[in-house]
């Protein structure tokens, strides 16, 4: 990550890290404006509304380019016009499409207006390289178990430059900021999981790019009409693929049979795998009544072989 250890603290995990740092940003460091956007994980929608909804923050969603990314003239359209200090709270990777942030950009664009930045980045730690001693953002999250580590665990690093008060208080651990015993073996697991996962990131991630292509065109092949949600030949993760079905009488139970066929997949985020809740995500880019959707996700350990057997499925399910 490049962030001095003073930077880290650990907590239960992302949503508890971007909870922490969303309402220390209003209650500590005084932003009266919060600007997000509609795709955001339900850890930062669900914080900015009740923050809202309490009158304590205006509230403002930035506008979203066709393929789900963030139009980063609106975004600063409304930095522009605002008249209170703003946090801006983005996802760096959307955990249901995978489209990526331009973390750089929108840290510089903060930095111009005097804005606190946030990035709930739980899907990029672990698979991509940081330098944060040089990127511009005051806050960002990890949790272990999205790169094979124990669950439970997660990281909220808050820049150096950052003062805000403590947020559990009792005790003196983790300098004071979140007191209570510590989680030592999550630690543990979390360190070493980020080594490993790490050391051979670069070989594993063209290996897993490789399969997703490879599935997304499988699909194409096996299921007319199959479409993608996001950028995803583009700026997106390499470990996610959201795809959109032809809706059919038999398509309806689609997750359903999926998981007692003993495939994991999701209707929207792995928070609602097995469920099919619908996905405020899909519904923002991609409302099509016709379609039913599922998302895909990818690690070093899966194989072409069980490509083929998802497709095969999905064409008997389709």
Request: proline content about 3%.
């Amino acid at each position: 990550l490049n962030a001095h250890p003073a930077e880290i603290f650990f907590t239960s995990g992302g949503t508890e890290s971007s909870n922490t740092a969303i309402n220390a940003s209003v209650t500590d460091l005084e932003c009266k404006h919060i600007i997000t956007s509609v795709i955001e994980h339900h850890a930062t929608l669900h914080t900015v509304e009740h923050l809202h909804c309490k009158g304590l923050v205006e509230l403002s969603f930035v506008k979203l380019l066709p393929n789900g990314h963030i139009d980063l003239e609106d975004l600063k359209n409304i930095l522009d016009g605002s008249k209170e200090k703003c946090l801006v709270t983005l996802l760096h990777a959307n955990n249901e499409i995978g489209n990526i942030l331009d973390i750089q950009a929108v840290g510089n664009l903060c930095k111009l207006y005097n804005a606190i930045f946030h990035s709930d980045t739980v899907q990029t730690v672990g698979h991509y390289n940081f330098d944060l001693r040089n990127t511009p953002v005051h806050f960002i999250t990890g949790a272990a178990h999205k790169f094979h580590g124990p669950k439970g665990i997660g990281i909220l690093y808050i820049n150096e430059n950052v003062k805000i008060n403590p947020f559990v208080y009792g005790g003196g651990q983790e300098r004071n900021m979140r007191a209570g015993t510590e989680n030592l073996y999550g630690i543990v697991g979390f360190a070493k999981a980020l080594e490993l996962a790490t050391e051979n990131n670069e070989a594993d991630s063209v290996k897993i790019g490789n399969l997703k292509l490879y599935m997304m065109n499988e699909l194409k092949k096996n299921i007319p009409g199959v479409f993608f949600n996001g950028d995803p030949c583009g700026k997106s993760l390499y470990t996610v693929l959201s795809a959109s079905l032809p809706k059919s009488e038999r398509s309806e139970m689609l997750l359903f049979n999926l998981d007692i066929n003993n495939i994991c997949a999701s209707g929207g985020s792995a928070c609602t795998s097995g469920a099919d809740a619908g996905s405020h995500v899909i519904r923002a880019i991609n409302n099509n009544p016709n379609q039913v959707t599922v998302r895909f996700s990818f690690c070093k350990y899966n194989t072409k072989d069980e490509v083929d057997t998802v497709v095969k499925k999905l064409k008997e399910l389709i």
